[in-house]
Nanobody
Framework: QVQLVESGGGLVQAGGSLRLSCSAS????????VGWFRQAPGKERAFVAG????????YYADSVKGRFTISRDNPKNTVYLQMNSLKPEDTAVYYC?????????????????WGQGTQVTVSS
């Protein structure tokens, strides 16, 4: 069993920054790729960023490229999402998830364990 817990969300003004953390417990987290997704009210869950198990490869949605950075610290079983230059349209609940099978990083169906989410609100 794997448990993922997100933290670091909050209220920030447009142009500000936040760093989200995804802490994992359980077996073999460090052997898996991880993704961050977000879901705004009334919208589907959308891919934000992904990272390979070793941190070498990173992937981003076009809407966050150049503003967000995903990283991981495997000895700490933690994945981070550094979010800079935040915009009101970044407002959403942010989730981290463990990628369980190969394929596109952007499909939620390719992930098996999910955290409970952390709210990010960006005011204009």
């Amino acid at each position: 069993q794997v448990q993922l817990v997100e933290s670091g969300g909050g209220l920030v003004q447009a142009g500000g920054s936040l760093r989200l953390s995804c802490s994992a417990s359980g077996r073999a987290f460090n052997s898996y790729a991880v993704g961050w997704f977000r879901q705004a009210p009334g919208k589907e869950r959308a891919f934000v960023a992904g990272i390979t198990w070793d941190g070498v490869g990173t992937y981003y949605a076009d809407s966050v490229k150049g503003r967000f950075t995903i990283s991981r610290d495997n000895p700490k079983n933690t994945v981070y999402l550094q979010m800079n230059s935040l915009k009101p349209e970044d407002t959403a609940v942010y989730y981290c998830a463990r990628r369980s099978r190969r394929g596109s990083y952007s499909l939620p169906i390719d992930y098996d364990y999910w955290g409970q989410g952390t709210q990010v609100t960006v005011s204009s």
